[in-house]
């Protein structure tokens, strides 16, 4: 059995994107190779050598850059929408919620139901690093559980 992830089409076309945004560094250090070369500061063996350490490199780093380079939203924010969570402190219109362990600046939704210390919240929005809450009664939270 293989340790290795499948390569699908999707893998392909993203690893087709890293590659072409590698190449301009590729071309960078080849052109560097073959003035270096000519000038007499390097041998064709080394030269090589240095081209080949630049591509593998690139190929080696693939694994770990990949996500970055795969369509979609990469927005951050998007994960905390619709997260469940505790007021710390009522929200009147602005207070402390605790979600996952972190506490938030936030603020009530203007069509939210007053949000008293300790009641469940969901975040509807973000603005900023301030989330935008609104209460959620404890039959919907137990639902989401």
Known sequence: MSHFPRVGASTGRVFFRYALLQLPGQVLVFAGVVFAVRRGWLGW??????IAFWVAKDLALFPWLRSAYEPGDHDPSSALRGRLGRARD?????GYVALGGELWRAERATDSPPVASGDPIRVRD???LKLIVERVSHENQEEKA
């Open 126 to 128: 973000i603005h900023g």
């Open 45 to 50: 063996g080394w030269g090589a050598a240095g």
């Open 90 to 94: 009522a929200l009147e219109p602005e």
